[in-house]
């Protein structure tokens, strides 16, 4: 019993851990798409946190058990 409840824990924190890292990732990345083409506004780096948001939001749900 123990064993499931730590192996679910691990699990719901590897989900959260890589939420982290996809949104900061896509955030670093319109960061420096920003830099390169000097736009002068922050659009990219909004634009890449949305989707870098909407991917790590998709892998969760994809990734929780489904009730059947």
């Given amino acids: 019993m123990a064993l499931k409840k730590t ?4 699990k719901y924190s590897q989900l959260g851990i890589q939420m982290f890292v996809t949104i900061g990732l896509c955030g670093w990345l319109g960061f ?6 000097n736009s002068g ?6 634009i890449m946190i949305f989707i ?5 939001f998709y892998m969760l ?4 058990p489904k009730d059947n």
């Fill in 7 to 10: 192996n679910t824990y691990l």
């Fill in 52 to 56: 870098g948001a909407f991917g790590a």
């Fill in 41 to 46: 506004k922050s659009l990219y780096i909004i």
């Fill in 61 to 64: 749900f994809k990734s929780l």
């Fill in 32 to 37: 420096k798409m920003d830099e390169w083409w």
